[in-house]
Structures are given as structure tokens and as C-alpha cells.
């Protein structure tokens, strides 16, 4: 079983998931990213012969992290503030990324993080959430 999406990609080979962060050679965590991300993860349980969750990126690197310009626009746009300027909530998109991750953590299965190359910010979190962490002598991890 193969499924692509446009920033990731899953296969299910003999009851192991392989979850693959697919833009590189950074694979940075975009908006599209995480919602690829939260879809799959909704998908997950449809699979009955499951057994393990492999997370890893494509090419020489797990994850670069989020991208901070994309990141910190969306958030400029939907923060709200009160009249004093102060913000009055989060947007809802990072409780939703926030709640993605949370619910990688809760699954029943194993869930790995197969790291090699650079694993810094957003793909360290994505890391964090995984039950196990193996890196290659060349992991890079902030």
C-alpha cells in the first residue's frame, strides 16, 4: 500500500508504516506540511495491519523545521489582539499542529524517528513526539 501527497509520502510495507517528510533537501515543515500531516495521522487507524510508524525525510536531511517566513505571517495575520495591541489568543492553526503532534505521541503502535542529516526546530518537536529516536553519526539536532 503507497499513498503520496504532496509534501510527505506513507507506504505500508509488512506492517510497517513509513512516514517520509518529502521537500527536500531541507524538509521544511510548511503550512501544507502540516496539514498532510493531520490528514494521514487521521488516517492511520484505517489501517488494520499497522504495527510500527518509521518517520524520516527524504534525501540528506530529516527536517530543516518549520518555515519561519510562511510561519510568521500566518500568525501576523490571525493573531487577535484587544485595543491595546496585546494578543488575546494563538491562531487556531498552531493549537491544531500542537494537537497533531499530540496525537502521533497517543498512537498505540511504536512510533520512530529515523534521523540523519539536520533535525532542527519543528522536525526536533516532530522528533520528540516519536516514542523512539535513532540517529546516524551525522544527525544534526537543535
Known amino acids: 500500500m503507497s499513498r503520496k501527497y504532496n509534501t510527505i509520502s506513507f507506504e505500508l510495507e509488512e506492517g510497517i508504516g513509513h512516514l517520509i517528510l518529502d521537500q527536500p533537501p531541507s524538509n521544511k515543515m510548511t503550512i501544507d506540511f502540516f496539514s498532510e500531516f493531520h490528514d494521514l495521522l487521521d488516517e492511520l487507524p484505517a489501517f488494520d495491519n499497522l504495527n510500527a510508524l518509521v518517520i524520516s525525510g527524504r534525501g540528506r536531511h530529516f527536517s530543516a523545521g518549520a518555515d519561519l517566513g510562511q510561519l510568521l505571517s500566518l500568525v501576523r495575520h490571525e493573531t487577535q489582539t484587544d485595543s491595546g495591541g496585546k494578543s488575546i489568543d494563538l491562531p487556531t492553526f498552531l493549537e491544531k499542529n500542537y494537537k497533531t503532534f499530540l496525537s502521533l505521541e497517543a498512537?498505540?503502535?511504536?512510533?520512530?524517528?529515523?534521523?540523519?542529516?539536520?533535525?532542527?526546530?519543528?522536525?526536533?518537536?516532530?522528533?520528540?513526539?516519536?516514542?523512539?529516536?535513532?540517529?546516524?553519526e551525522d544527525a544534526l539536532i537543535g
Open 107 to 136: 498512537l498505540h503502535i511504536p512510533v520512530i524517528a529515523a534521523i540523519r542529516g539536520v533535525c532542527l526546530g519543528s522536525g526536533f518537536e516532530l522528533a520528540l513526539f516519536c516514542h523512539f529516536r535513532f540517529c546516524g
